[in-house]
């Protein structure tokens, strides 16, 4: 390689690593029973529709001042306000009768089955599982049967 060709790459790293690159996509859940979702990143643009369930999770997507791209469950999109916005842990059980176990094995005792759509509070996560906690239940459940949180559930 060249003199003139290695100083083109060096300028070429210098380029593109300055560049801003979208952050990584993450979940963040409904501060308040009632949120609204609007069609763009400020109070002037109209509501898509109004969120009615306190720590639902949403997967934000991208960000525009105060105002937070986010992606439900349903596949809705839309502009929420940062102060809508909490960092509780929670997540959405995917399908009708996913089981919750006593530990983070298919071969360990199960708790309960949760209907789909259930609200459950994230612990903490590790490998394909989640510890959950649910009305009267903590226990461990696998991260394919959730939606809300880790990003490998979209």
């Not at 390689?1 to 060709?5: A, C, G, K, P």
């Not at 999109?77 to 929420?80: E, F, P, V």
């Not at 789909?116 to 609200?119: D, E, K, N, Q, T």
């Given at each position: 390689?060249?003199?003139?060709?290695k100083?083109?790459?060096?300028?070429?790293?210098?380029?593109?690593g300055?560049?801003?690159?979208a952050?990584?996509s993450?979940?963040?859940t409904?501060?308040n029973e009632?949120?609204?979702?609007?069609?763009?990143?400020?109070l002037?643009?109209?509501?898509?529709?109004?969120?009615k369930?306190k720590?639902?999770?949403?997967?934000?997507?991208?960000?525009?001042?105060?105002?937070?791209?986010?992606?439900?469950?349903e596949?809705n999109?839309?502009?929420?306000h940062i102060?809508?916005?909490?960092?509780?842990?929670?997540?959405?059980?995917?399908?009708?009768?996913?089981?919750?176990?006593?530990?983070?094995?298919?071969?360990?005792?199960p708790?309960?089955?949760?209907e789909?759509?259930?609200?459950c509070?994230?612990?903490?996560?590790?490998?394909?599982?989640?510890?959950?906690?649910?009305?009267?239940?903590?226990?461990?459940?696998?991260?394919?049967?959730?939606?809300?949180?880790?990003?490998?559930?979209?």
């Open positions: 390689m060249s003199w003139l060709n100083i083109l790459f060096f300028y070429l790293i210098i380029f593109f300055s560049l801003s690159f952050e990584e993450y979940y963040l409904l501060r009632k949120v609204n979702l609007r069609q763009g990143p400020s002037n643009y109209p509501i898509k529709l109004v969120y369930k720590f639902l999770p949403l997967l934000i997507q991208d960000k525009s001042g105060n105002f937070r791209k986010v992606l439900d469950h596949n999109t839309g502009w929420i102060s809508q916005l909490s960092k509780k842990k929670a997540a959405l059980s995917i399908f009708n009768k996913s089981i919750i176990f006593q530990k983070p094995s298919i071969y360990s005792k708790l309960v089955m949760l789909m759509g259930r609200l509070f994230v612990k903490r996560c590790k490998n394909n599982w989640c510890k959950i906690k649910t009305g009267k239940f903590a226990g461990w459940i696998e991260t394919n049967n959730i939606w809300g949180s880790i990003k490998s559930n979209n």
